[in-house]
Structures are given as structure tokens and as C-alpha cells.
T-cell receptor
Framework: SQQGEEDPQALSIQEGENATMNCSYK?????LQWYRQNSGRGLVHLIL?????REKHSGRLRVTLDTSKKSSSLLITASRAADTASYFC???????????FGAGTTVTVRA | DGGITQSPKYLFRKEGQNVTLSCEQN?????MYWYRQDPGQGLRLIYY???????QKGDIAEGYSVSREKKESFPLTVTSAQKNPTAFYLC???????????FGPGTRLTVT
């Protein structure tokens, strides 16, 4: 079942700008993860944030989690052409360790 | 793509034939997963395995089968019972529960 829903579906920005995408989910989670997928390739793990955490940083990435609103956001600062990809959120359940993926946000960074 | 290999990258089959997709990992991970991705969609879980000789159905297991005879290997068979098998198939592994997953490069299967 697809629990996470990303918004927007697609995003086009100029190089150097920030990109923000959101993920909403329906049921309680143990953790939320963000992945990147370049066209036709496998997914690459970016960040994992646990349900008791509110914010996490990794390089130019910043993830927030609001469990009261059942939502998360991924911010990519100072975007580069290499950031062009699809970004997926995935939720890890409380009672199992399967991940439920959203449909993704496609980000295009224009030079 | 980490230490997970999937082969082949592209696979073509005629309708009615079974086909097996390979997935091997050298990360010493206990858990392995198979996902299906259709255009413009997220990943849907087919099967997963927490430990050797044990596996569970995911959300869309009908028409698929797996085995986990070795820790390193988790092959997926797409049977002729799968109604719409053309898709991009991704294998992943994880060190354990509630951890990040590491993905292979994927196999694009086309059935005509």
C-alpha cells in the first residue's frame, strides 16, 4: 500500500535555488526516509528521520518531520544540475519494517 | 548502487514464459526485498525476506515467487500467472529492521 504522498509531483528550478518537497502520510510511523532516483536507475538513500526526531541535516539536505500533522519536508539548498532526479519519501511502520513509498517528486534543475 | 547486483539490466520475454531475475548482495545484510516500479509511480513491495529460508508476501505477490537459500541471493521469478509483468524491478537489502535500504540498479522486464 502506498502511504506517502509527495507534493508537488514535479518541480522545475534554476541552478542555485532551493527546492522544497513535501510528504504526507496516513498512519503512525517508526521512521521516514527520503530516497533519490536518477532516471532508469536504482534508488539511493538520502536521510532517515525517526519519529522522535524533528529535523535532520545532511550536507545540502534538510529534512523535517511533524508527526502531529503526519508530514515531512525535504529541502535541497543551492541546487545543482546533478540534483535533477525523482525524490521519494518512504515510511517505516511501527509494527513491521516494510517501507511504503510515495509516487515521488520529479525535480528538474535548469542550468 | 552499493554492493547489490541485479542481472540482466534488460530482459525480454514472450507472454506465457516464466522468467527469473537475479539479485545478489555482498553487504552481509539479513533482509532483502523485491519491488516493482511502473512509470510515474512509486515502488510496490512484491516479496521480502528477513532471514535465509524465510520470506513473506508483500502487497502485490500474486504471479511472483522467490527463494532465499543463501544470505547473498534472493532471486525473483515472474510467472506466466502475472497479468501485467512489464515493469522495472528493483531489489534492495537492509542490515536489519527499520534501517535504510540499499538498492540494486534494477532490471527492466518487457513481456510481449
Amino acid at each position: 500500500s502506498q502511504q506517502g504522498e509527495e507534493d508537488p509531483q514535479a518541480l522545475s528550478i534554476q541552478e542555485g535555488e532551493n527546492a522544497t518537497m513535501n510528504c504526507s502520510y496516513k498512519t503512525s510511523i517508526n521512521n521516514l526516509q527520503w530516497y533519490r532516483q536518477n532516471s532508469g536507475r536504482g534508488l539511493v538513500h538520502l536521510i532517515l528521520i525517526r519519529s522522535n526526531e524533528r529535523e535532520k541535516h545532511s550536507g545540502r539536505l534538510r529534512v523535517t518531520l511533524d508527526t502531529s500533522k503526519k508530514s515531512s519536508s525535504l529541502l535541497i539548498t543551492a541546487s545543482r544540475a546533478a540534483d535533477t532526479a525523482s525524490y521519494f519519501c518512504a515510511t517505516g511502520g511501527v509494527n513491521d519494517y516494510k517501507l511504503s513509498f510515495g509516487a515521488g517528486t520529479t525535480v528538474t534543475v535548469r542550468a | 548502487d552499493g554492493g547489490i547486483t541485479q542481472s540482466p539490466k534488460y530482459l525480454f520475454r514472450k507472454e506465457g514464459q516464466n522468467v527469473t531475475l537475479s539479485c545478489e548482495q555482498n553487504l552481509n545484510h539479513d533482509a532483502m526485498y523485491w519491488y516493482r516500479q511502473d512509470p510515474g509511480q512509486g515502488l510496490r513491495l512484491i516479496y521480502y525476506s528477513q532471514i535465509v529460508n524465510d520470506f513473506q508476501k508483500g502487497d502485490i505477490a500474486e504471479g511472483y515467487s522467490v527463494s532465499r537459500e543463501k544470505k547473498e541471493s534472493f532471486p525473483l521469478t515472474v510467472t506466466s500467472a502475472q497479468k501485467n509483468p512489464t515493469a522495472f524491478y528493483l531489489c534492495a537489502s537492509s542490515p536489519g529492521e527499520r534501517n535504510e535500504q540499499y538498492f540494486g540498479p534494477g532490471t527492466r522486464l518487457t513481456v510481449t
